[in-house]
Every structure is written in C-alpha cells, then in structure tokens.
C-alpha cells in the first residue's frame, strides 16, 4: 500500500463531494431567488440526485477503506488531511448506524411534517400538530441511541451543529445567562422609559433601502467581486467557494431597519465565508467550521458594530442623507435608542438584542426535557406557556404565537436554536479581545473597519473548518469559552441604555 497514493484518492473524492455540494447549492440558490417558477419540479428533483451521489459517496465502501487506511496512519498526515479525516469519518459514522429503511421512512415523515406544521400553525391548533411531532421525536430518540452518546441523549443533537458542545457546558452557560437576564429585563420593565420607535415604521422607499444596504455592505467589508447580492422572502448566504458568497436581504417599506439589520447579518457571515484561507479550496474545509461560531460573526457585525452608537455617530448622517423626510426630527439618541428598544414579545424572531437569549434559553430546556422522556407531547403547550410566564411575563394567547412559532421541529431539527445564542456569546467574548487589540470605537466613529475586519480576518475566517471551534476561541481570545463576557456586554450595554 501507498499511502501517498492513498492520500490522493480520498482527496479526489473530497473534491467529487464539493463539486455536486457546489451544484446543488446553485440550484438552491436559483429555487430560491427568483428561477422558474415551472421549472422548480424539475431542480428539485437535480437537487435529490446530487444529495444522493453524495450521501452515496460518503458512506460508500471505498470511502471507509480509505478512512480505515487513513485513520491507521494519522501522524504521518498533515493538518489538512488529518482534518478532513476527522470530519469524513464524523459524517461517515453519523450516516451508517442510522438503518437505511429508517432513514428512508423519516425523510418521508419529514417532507409530510412541515405541510402539516403549516396548517396547524396557521389554525393555532396543536393538536393537528402533536401526532406527527410525536412519531419525529421517536426517531430522533431512536437516532440518538442507534448513534450512541456520552452522558446525555441531546449531546449528539447539539455537537451536529456545534462541535463538542455539550449538556454540561450549556447548563453552566444558559443558567448564568438566565440569573443576570431576567431581573435586568424585569428592572428595565419597571423603568417605564418608553423609547419611541414610531419613526421606525414610516413609510421609506424600497429601492432607496436597497442603494443604502449595498453602500453599507460595502463599506462593512463584503466583496462585491467574489460575490452577489438579492432578495429572498427568508433571508440567507450560500457560500458556494470563498470567491462566489451570495446573500439575499428582505426589504419591507415600512420597516427599514429590518433590511439594515439583515444585509448586516448576513453580511457577516458572508465577509466570513469570503476570508477564508484559499488554500483550503476542495478540502470541505473552505467553509464556516460551526452554526456557532458562524452565528458569531453575522452577530459581531449586526449587533456589536451595527447596533453600537460609535457606528451611527458615523453612519446616521448617512442614513438621514438617504431618508431626509422620513427622519427629519429624529435625533441620532433618539434613533440609537429606538433600535435598542427592549420588548417583551412573544416572537422570537421579532426579539431585541437582550430579551432573544430568553426565547433561545425556553427552546433549550424545553428540547433537553423532550430528549429525556421529561416531558410529552401532550403537555408541550403548557410547559411553554409556563416558561414565557415565568422569563419574560407573558400570558401566550395561542399556539401561533407560542409552541408552534418556529419550523424547526417540523423537520426535526434538534439541538440548533442554542446556536444562536452561544453565537452572541463567542462574538461578546471576541469583542472583548478585538477591542483590546483596535480602537474599536475609534474607528467606527470613522466609518473605518479596516482595523477589526483584518482582525476578525486574521483571528477566525481565514481557518475555515480547519480548527474546532474550541481551538478558535482560545486562539483568539486566549481562554475557554465562558459566559462573562456575554453577561457583561449585555449588562453594561442596557444598564446604560435605561439609565441603571
Ligand atoms: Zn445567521
């Protein structure tokens, strides 16, 4: 045996693998962005050809010969290789101990799931939903223990979306969140100052939005040359290959700041997907390596830069330029205050920066008691409703806007939404360092990211996939990941905020 040889034959799978991902990405792409409409049939069914290829490529036989030769020889490879070893074998296993007739039966149950989610949610009836949501936690559970699991069944839930995250490091985590969080919300609530966001729902041209949302994106970074911008009804980034990363932003006319907020938040993960060190092209490790540290970047541009007062010190003249009549009479604290606002609601999309982590923490213990056999299908409504009441006050009027809000159940998507807020985390915990070496303040007051771009370049896009995201936070920043930092944005960003 050959080892180079060997080498070279597991890498031209890999590269088989990234061109049919490339593909079906495109189709994707084109599905969602504005294709036929009579040729959607058609690309769907391309679509489910090269998910097929490559399902059959990774879990085929000359790929486990490969990874078992591989795998004997782990030293003798460099970190690339090893790398891609890793994750070949990850997704090898994850793929072949789930019994094929199985697999078959739940990709059926989850294509009839959503339709029926669907219809529940728009009837605000549960009970049209419960059965079907029953059958997918079954197989979630039998998934779960056909794969095996350390300590906890949720555990190979959550390290799907962010590697070697685990049970125990989100208790620690989300109960620190949920001991500053709730009274700081509850003491805000108390102050009664009432910021007013009228001027956020008047009337602002939509292709004015568009002119501004590109300006922005270009100044934040993104390269319109390795890259394009459109619309879509959910907005998203597809990163094809570090030189091709599109996005979509939504306009809505009377509510402007949802597009800047968006073209910002896609925009970061866009910019991440854009730096990614070219050497990496064909590897499967040009691309974000986690949910988390992915969310981190779409949230250090969002909310660190975009929701700060140091970027509108620049940026807001800029905005009045583009909007003179609507914002005449809003004053920059006005504008900075408004877009800070914190609402109790009972949407977690529609959620301020502050009050998001409480939704995602609900959605957490309440997957965690689901995973555990705690809790039953039937008693989902009520366990929700008592978590709203008891995080954020709230009486939940219907399944609409409680239980049955978010589609990530309908296809069994388990062990995400903590993503979410573990991104803001690692991006305050970035921030943190990021400002220690920049004058982060400084420069936005400029207009200028040339300083935290290189950073945030330098620290975390340009490694891909290549390090977990454990290894990224502790090369950046120095430590673990720990909640503190987090706490104490949000403590200190708000308490000034509401004068406490
Ligand atoms: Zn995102």
């Known amino acids: 045996m050959n080892l ?77 290789t090893r790398r891609m070893v890793v994750l070949s074998k990850k997704t090898y296993d994850n793929n072949t101990k789930i019994p094929k007739d199985e697999a078959r039966a739940y990709a059926e149950l989850q294509a009839k799931s959503q339709i029926i989610w669907e219809d529940a949610k728009e009837a605000q009836d549960y009970s049209m939903f419960k059965d079907v949501l029953g059958e997918i936690i079954d197989y979630q559970k039998k998934f779960v223990d056909y794969r095996g699991y350390k300590d906890h069944p949720y555990n190979p839930l959550l390290d799907d979306y962010e590697e070697g995250m685990t049970v125990e490091i989100l208790d620690e985590y989300f109960d620190n969140l949920k001991a500053s969080i709730v009274p700081l919300v509850k003491a805000i609530n108390e102050t009664e100052l009432a910021y007013n966001t009228e001027f956020l729902t008047r009337s602002f041209p939509i292709e004015d939005q568009k002119a501004f949302c590109i300006q922005l994106m270009d100044d934040l970074g993104f390269d319109y040359d390795a890259g394009e911008v459109k619309e879509s009804v959910h907005p998203f980034t597809n990163g094809m290959n570090v030189n091709d990363v599109r996005l979509t932003v939504r306009y809505f006319e009377n509510l402007m700041t949802s597009a800047v907020f968006s073209a910002a938040h896609e925009g970061g993960h866009a910019i991440y997907e854009q730096n990614i060190n070219e050497d990496l092209q064909f590897t499967g490790l040009d691309t974000g390596v986690s949910s988390g540290i992915h969310e981190s970047q779409s949230r250090m541009y ?132 990021l400002q220690e070496a920049v004058d982060f303040e400084g420069d936005l007051q400029k207009g200028d990211y040339k300083n935290v771009n290189e950073w945030l370049h330098k620290h975390i896009h340009v490694h891909g996939s290549l390090k977990t995201p454990e290894e990224i936070i502790e090369l950046a920043t120095g430590k673990r990941f720990d909640s503190k930092y987090y706490v104490e944005y949000l403590t200190n960003k708000y308490k000034s905020l509401y004068n406490l």
């Open 302 to 433: 969002e909310n660190i830069i975009c929701r700060s007062k140091a970027f509108w010190e620049h940026y807001y003249p800029k905005l009045k330029a583009f909007f003179p009549e609507q914002l005449k009479d809003v004053t920059l604290e006005d504008f900075y205050a408004g877009i800070n606002k914190v609402e109790n609601s009972f949407i977690r999309v529609e959620a301020d920066e502050l009050t998001y982590s409480l939704h995602i923490i609900i959605r957490y213990e309440i997957e965690k008691a689901i995973m555990t056999g705690q809790v039953s299908v039937d008693e989902l409504p009520a366990l929700w409703n008592k978590k709203y009441k008891d995080y954020l006050g709230l009486d939940v009027p219907n399944d609409e806007l409680g239980v049955l809000q978010d589609v990530h159940w309908s296809f069994g998507l388990f062990g995400y939404f903590p993503t979410y807020s573990i991104g803001s985390a690692y991006a305050s915990q970035f921030a943190y360092y």
């Open 4 to 80: 180079q040889e060997k080498i070279a034959e597991f890498k031209a799978l890999k590269e088989t693998l990234a061109a049919y991902g490339v593909a079906g990405a495109m189709l994707n792409w084109d599905m969602s962005t504005g294709g036929s409409k009579k040729g959607m049939g058609y690309r769907a069914k391309m679509i489910g050809i090269y998910t097929m290829k490559s399902f059959e490529i990774q879990t085929g036989q000359e790929m486990k010969d490969l990874l078992d030769i591989l795998l004997d020889h782990m030293d003798e490879l460099d970190e690339v």
